[in-house]
């Protein structure tokens, strides 16, 4: 059992389109976390959330918490946000991570 | 600003050596963390430590061993590295609220 869902696991997007990954967790949690791992990379983190939406360039991640449900969008998406992106959460003292939904952007 | 730093990006080492991976964060954050990262496994939570000289098993612990003798410090200590120990081996930490979190670049190591 996965606290944390995450969908899709692939996707492939042409240069400009939008683009939504979504997370479902079912546990109750401190915070959200928005991750993004390039090939062969570490990890970055790309927002922090605990209620709301949050803004970054041309990233957009929002949060309900009462349907337990997290969105990222890319919107003009661009091939250098080719990557991993993993959804995690805090849980007390702990982190729970979805298995990361693979991105390529097609020029 | 980097808040995470593993001490090396790339480390290759053979059968049977004793390994040291060192992770440091400059945040004051109590808990830390090590995961292996494989291919189609995802994230795996090794040890983890909410205090110094604190340390618990997570759910890979064996083969591994750690070491936190100051807060700002967390090695992973692979005993006797085998290579099934090659891997991503990545570092976090948590702040106190635990809402604050950062992530190490990564090491990738190759037991050879």
């Known amino acids: 059992k996965n606290e944390v869902e995450q969908s899709p696991q692939n996707l492939t997007a042409q240069e400009g389109e939008f683009i939504t990954i979504n997370c479902s967790y079912s546990?109750?949690?401190?915070?959200l976390h928005w991750l993004q791992q390039h090939p062969g990379g570490g990890i970055v983190s790309l927002f922090m959330?605990?209620?709301g939406k949050k803004k970054h360039g041309r990233l957009i991640a929002t949060i309900n918490i009462q349907e337990k449900h997290s969105s990222l969008h890319i919107t003009a998406s661009h091939p250098r946000d080719s990557a991993v992106y993993i959804c995690a959460v805090t849980v007390g003292n702990q982190f729970y991570f979805g298995t990361g939904t693979s991105l390529t952007v097609i020029p | 600003d980097v808040k995470v730093t593993q001490s090396s990006r790339y480390l290759v080492k053979r059968t049977g050596e004793k390994v040291f991976l060192e992770c440091v964060q400059d945040m004051d954050h109590e808990n830390m963390f090590w995961y292996r990262q494989d291919p189609g496994l995802g994230l795996r939570l090794i040890y983890f430590s909410y205090d110094v000289k604190m340390k618990e098993k997570g759910d890979i612990p064996e083969g591994y061993s750690v070491s936190r003798e100051k807060k700002e410090r967390f090695s992973l200590i692979l005993e006797s590295a085998s290579t099934n120990q090659t891997s991503m081996y990545l570092c976090a930490s948590l702040g106190p609220v635990f809402a604050e979190a950062f992530f190490g670049q990564g090491t990738r190591l190759t037991v050879v």
């Open positions: 546990v109750g949690i401190s915070a």
């Open positions: 959330l605990s209620s």
